[in-house]
């Protein structure tokens, strides 16, 4: 079993819909928690940065955090034809331990 | 948030010469830089990870005397890529870690064609 599993997509939704994007993980000891939005042929950028369990809000985007499920969950509300991009999740156990990434989901928002 | 900037976004080589790709943090200190290769539609492949003032520390099936890792400072980590090959065509990207907050910052992406 994978450490973190994220399904690849793509995803595709009309524009104005709520999205979800999911990813699963097998060690219960990661407590730090990212999502990161990558377009294409540039670096992925920060999105949300969470520690432990519970939600945390920013703009159009919510992340999630359930350990005792080992689920975290991206929302976008409202959403873009400019949100469309390959969206990753990452933890890690401690602050300045090596971070974990999961594979990535593509997400196209249709106009 | 945290810059951390890459040069060059974009090189092209002839085969059998070597190509430096800096990544630097520009506002904060990083002890600890990851290097990156990912190709089109594929995830990130981490390649090495590097820590200021030690051995870069390689990922299985990473040859480090072909990707040359350096990090001099807390905010400067260089690959080289010796004696380019076309497979070593790519898109390398950087990213560093904030000193005890953990976040982790991407450079931009190098974009690397060997003829």
């Known amino acids: 079993q994978k450490e973190v599993e994220q399904d690849p997509g793509p995803l595709s939704v009309p524009e104005g819909a709520i999205v979800s994007l999911n990813c699963t993980y097998s060690n219960s000891a990661f407590q730090y928690f990212m999502w990161y939005r990558q377009y294409s042929r540039k670096g992925p950028e920060l999105l949300m940065y969470t520690y432990s369990s519970g939600n945390k809000e920013d703009g159009r985007f919510t992340a999630q955090v359930d350990k005792s499920s080992k689920y975290i969950s991206l929302f976008i509300r409202d959403s873009q034809p400019s949100d469309s991009a390959t969206y990753l999740c990452?933890?890690?156990?401690?602050?300045?331990?090596?971070?974990?990434f999961g594979k990535g989901t593509r997400l196209h928002i249709l106009p | 948030g945290a810059v951390v900037s890459q040069h060059p976004s974009w090189v092209i080589c002839k085969s059998g010469t070597s190509v430096k790709i800096e990544c630097r943090s520009l506002?904060?200190?990083?002890?600890?830089m990851f290097w990156y290769r990912q190709f089109p539609k594929q995830s990130l492949m981490l390649m090495a990870t590097?820590?200021?003032?030690?051995?870069?520390?390689?990922e299985q099936g990473v040859e480090k005397d072909k990707f040359l890792i350096n990090h001099a400072s807390l905010t400067l980590s260089t690959l080289t890529v010796t004696s380019a090959h076309p497979e070593d065509s790519s898109f390398y990207i950087c990213?560093?870690?904030?000193?005890?907050?953990?976040?982790?910052?991407f450079g931009e992406g190098s974009r690397l064609t060997v003829l």
């Open positions: 590097s820590n200021e003032g030690s051995k870069a520390t390689y």
């Open positions: 990452a933890m890690s156990t401690n602050r300045d331990d090596k971070i974990i």
């Open positions: 990213s560093a870690q904030r000193q005890g907050v953990g976040e982790l910052f």
């Open positions: 506002d904060f200190q990083a002890t600890t």
